[in-house]
């Protein structure tokens, strides 16, 4: 006698199975899908075409409590610079919709800004305790579209007296 040959639903269904397994472990938990986020981040009203305005503190105001974790980088190891946040500026021609897009895309909030230079520093989630860490995040940053400028942003004198 030969085995019964197994239901083709059956088949399907562990075969599919198997497909939703591999994409959840192979999924970024931390950051949803780019076309994901776009398409969560679509500019609905003529209001959102404005840029949003560039903050201006005194100096290490605007700067969260909890971003003081600072990286050297190794072309300049005497110079310390935060890890999760960085100074950006974009194109004259990118519309407050692409802005917002762009800080959506890599889950940035704006927390101070270079009013006269057109810049806002972003806080981005943790890159890393590397600094080619911290590149590898200014690199994606700069090949978004409408982007002009990123640096990495330096931490100030007083903030390496907190570091322990």
Not at 12 to 17: D, G, H, L, N, S
Not at 102 to 127: C, F, K, M, N, Q
Request: aromatic share 4%; hydrophobic share 40%.
């Amino acid at each position: 006698m030969t085995a019964p040959a197994p239901d083709r639903r059956f088949v399907r269904i562990r075969q599919c199975a198997r497909l939703v397994v591999l994409a959840l472990a192979f999924s970024s938990v931390e950051r949803p899908h780019p076309a994901a986020a776009q398409a969560a981040h679509r500019c609905v009203a003529p209001a959102d075409s404005a840029r949003p305005p560039i903050p201006s503190y005194p100096p290490g105001l605007g700067i969260p409590d909890d971003a003081h974790d600072v990286v050297a980088s190794p072309l300049e190891p005497e110079v310390t610079y935060y890890r999760r946040l960085l100074e950006i500026a974009f194109d004259d021609s990118t519309s407050g919709c692409g802005v917002r897009g762009v800080l959506a895309r890599h889950g940035a909030t704006v927390v101070d800004g270079i009013p006269s230079a057109e810049t806002y520093v972003i806080e981005l989630p943790d890159p890393g305790a590397s600094w080619a860490e911290v590149a590898a995040e200014i690199v994606g940053l700069e090949r978004e579209p409408g982007v002009a400028s990123v640096r990495a942003r330096r931490a100030l004198p007083t903030d390496m007296a907190a570091q322990p």
